[in-house]
C-alpha cells in the first residue's frame, strides 16, 4: 500500500470510530447537536492568513499553477474562499475555476464542515465563497485564502466578527500559513489580536507556520535583518511561546520580477538566501499528514471527554443506587420493627385475646408490607428528589480530579452532565457505552498513534509493503 492510501484508510478508521462509537453517545448527553464527524469529515484544509497585500492570494495563485485569486496593493479582496479541487473537469486542461458557488450554498451544504459558520449572519455569508479549480494541487486538500487583517477601527467594522470567523476556521484547518510582509512587520493590530489571544486557543503551535513574504522589497540585507528582527520582536510579545518560531523567508519571483521593472532597487542581497517558499509549499502539501494528527488529536480529545462525561454520570447512578439501597434497608427495618409492634400490641390488646397464632402474624405481616410500600413511595417521591436536587448543587462530587487535563476535560462537560441529569431526572442507563468510548480512548487513540509513528518514518515517495493477506 502506498503512503497516501495508507494515510486514506487510517483516515477513514478515524472516522468511523468517531461516527460509530462516539456521536451516538454524544448525541444522546447532549454533548454535540451534531454528528461529532461533520466537521472532520471533509478534506485537509490548509487556512491562509495575513495583513491585507501580504501576498496571500499571489502565493495562493503560484501554488495552484493559475491567476485564481485576484491581487493587487489596495485590499483587494474581502472574502473567504474555499479553494477545493473539482474531481468531475477534466484532466491535463489548463486550470482555471471550473465552478463557483456562494456563502449560502456552502453554508447549508451538509458536505462541507461550514455550518458552525452560519451563526456569523447574513453579512459573512455573502463574504464567503467557494471555488472549485482543477488544479492538481488541491488533489489532497482545500486552500482557504483570507481577506486580509487591518489596522484602523473604521476598516476593521466588517458587519461580522472576523476574528472568531478565523478561529473556527483554524479550528477546522489542519494547517495555518501567516504571512507578514516587511512593510507590516507583524503590526498590524488585528493580526497581533488573532495570533495572541484566538489561535492559541483554536490550534497548536506545530500546526501554524509563519512566513515573512516579499522579502524582495527589502531594500538591503540590513533593511532585511532589521525587517527580520522586528518581526522576531512582535511575534515573541504575539505568541506564548518561549521561543521564536521558525520563520520562512520567501518572495514570488513573478511579482519580484514585475517590482524590480517598476523600483530601481538592488535586491543582489537574495543570492544569499534561499527563497523558503518551497518549504511552504511541501508544508502545505504535507497537510494531510497534519490531517491524521489533528483527527487523531480529534478522537483522543472527544473520546477522553465523552468518557469522563459518562464516568460522572454512573457515578451518580452509583450514589443513585446506594442512597435508594441504604433508605429500602431503613425503610424494611422501621416497616419490620413496626410489623413486630403490632404482633405485640395485637397479643397485649385483651380485645384480640382469642386470635390464633397465624392470624396474628398475617396482621402483622400486613403492617409491615403496607409500611414498607409507603415508605418505599415516599422514598420515590420526595426523599430521591431530594437527592437528586442536592447532586446537582453538588456537581463536583461526581468527578475527583486527578490533574489539569482532567480539570479541563471537568471544565468542557460539567455543565452538558448538568443538563442530561436534569433531563433524564437520573433515570438512565450508560454502563455498555461507557465500555465502548473507554475502549476508543484506549486501545483505539494507541493503536492510532502506533500507525502514524509508522507513517512518520516513511517519506512521500515510499512505500508500506502491503500486509500479506495470508
Ligand atoms: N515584490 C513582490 N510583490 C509581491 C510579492 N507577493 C505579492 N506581491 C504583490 O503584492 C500585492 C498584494 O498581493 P496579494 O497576493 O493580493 O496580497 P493579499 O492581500 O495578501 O492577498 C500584489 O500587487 C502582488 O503582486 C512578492 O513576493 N514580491
Ligand atoms: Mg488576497
Redesign the pocket.
Known sequence: MDRESQINSLQADLLSMVADHLTPVALRCGYSDVPLETNIKWRPQVL?I????????????EFLGAAI?????A???DSFTIITYDDSAPKGSSVYVTEERDGNYLLNDPEYPFEILKKYGEKFASHFRLKKVNSPFLKNLAII?T??MLDTIFERDRGYNYQEVIGDLSQLADLVVV?F?PHKAGTVRELQTILKDIIPNRTFDDRVIFAL?????CSSLIDLLQVYGTLCWNLSQMTVRKDIPMIRL???????A???NVSDSNTSYLRHLDNQREEVREAVLDAPRHRLDHLATFVETHGRRLSHLLEALLTYRKKRSAFRAKYTLIGFIISMLCGGASVFALNMNKTFAGIDQQTLFSGGAAVALTILVLWLIILTKYFTPVFHKKCLKNLDTLTVIKNQTHRDSWEAIRNIAKNYLTKTGGRFSLKKEFADVRRVCDKGSQEIRETMKELSTIRHDEHIKAPNPN
Do not use: C, F, M
Not at 50 to 61: P, W
Not at 69 to 73: F, S
Not at 213 to 217: A, F, L
Not at 250 to 256: F, I, L, M, N, V
Open positions: 491562509v495575513g495583513n491585507y497585500s501580504s501576498g496571500k492570494s499571489t502565493l495562493i495563485n485569486q485576484a491581487t493587487g496593493q485590499p483587494t479582496d485564502d481577506p486580509g504571512l510582509d513574504n516579499r522579502i524582495d522589497e520567501t518572495y514570488s519571483p513573478h511579482a519580484k514585475a517590482y524590480s
